[in-house]
């Protein structure tokens, strides 16, 4: 997805929001921050972002998002499980009504025959009380994987919730 599209992406995501006189926020490790980013690309992002999390380290994850060090431990920073605490302490902190967390494998080191680089795992919550995992597993190099990951995370809040009546 080039730039461009990102960022047309990044502003339907931001209309829906705003109509809904909702915000969201964004837990992110592999991505680094990418989401977050790209939301704030577009002027006015400040009517539906408030804040987001880069919880790059199992500790940042635990400090700021409230995942639990056992959860971690027993299933891996990439991992469902750790993905939906991601969701669930990012959208509690920042007080929004509509969360996005990404951990993964962005490489080119760190991945296994079970999580080869590429595995990306997605969480998404509401304050409704909705949530949804997803795995999808990119290829290309570490900007390429990170990038993918960042559209993606995007293109599921849009339809997942947002195209929702």
Same mark, same amino acid.
């Given at each position: 997805?080039?730039?461009?599209?990102?960022?047309?992406?990044?502003?339907?995501?931001?209309?829906?929001?705003?109509?809904?006189?909702?915000?969201?926020?964004? %837990?992110?490790?592999?991505?680094?921050?990418?989401? @977050?980013?790209? $939301?704030?690309? !577009? =002027? +006015?992002?400040?009517?539906?972002?408030?804040?987001?999390?880069?919880?790059?380290?199992?500790?940042?994850?635990?400090?700021?998002?409230?995942?639990?060090?056992?959860?971690?431990?027993?299933?891996?920073?990439?991992?469902?499980?750790?993905?939906?605490?991601?969701?669930?302490? %990012?959208?509690?902190?920042?007080?929004?009504?509509? @969360?996005?967390? $990404?951990?993964? !494998? =962005? +490489?080119?080191?760190?991945?296994?025959?079970?999580?080869?680089?590429?595995?990306?795992?997605?969480?998404?919550?509401?304050?409704?009380?909705?949530?949804?995992?997803?795995?999808?597993?990119?290829?290309?190099?570490?900007?390429?994987?990170?990038?993918?990951?960042?559209?993606? %995370?995007?293109?599921?809040?849009?339809?997942?919730?947002?195209?929702?009546?």
């Amino acid at each position: 997805m080039t730039d461009h599209e990102l960022m047309q992406l990044s502003e339907a995501v931001g209309q829906a929001l705003k109509q809904r006189g909702a915000t969201v926020t964004t %837990a992110e490790s592999c991505t680094g921050g990418w989401v @977050a980013k790209v $939301i704030t690309d !577009i =002027a +006015g992002s400040s009517a539906w972002f408030d804040r987001g999390f880069v919880t790059y380290s199992n500790e940042a994850k635990m400090q700021m998002i409230a995942v639990r060090e056992p959860t971690l431990i027993e299933h891996g920073a990439v991992s469902e499980p750790v993905v939906v605490e991601m969701a669930i302490g %990012a959208l509690r902190a920042a007080r929004a009504d509509y @969360a996005i967390s $990404i951990s993964g !494998i =962005a +490489g080119p080191d760190g991945g296994s025959a079970q999580k080869p680089v590429g595995t990306v795992w997605f969480g998404f919550a509401t304050a409704q009380g909705e949530g949804v995992t997803r795995r999808e597993c990119f290829s290309g190099d570490r900007e390429s994987v990170r990038r993918q990951a960042a559209a993606y %995370a995007l293109k599921t809040l849009w339809q997942q919730f947002l195209q929702k009546t």
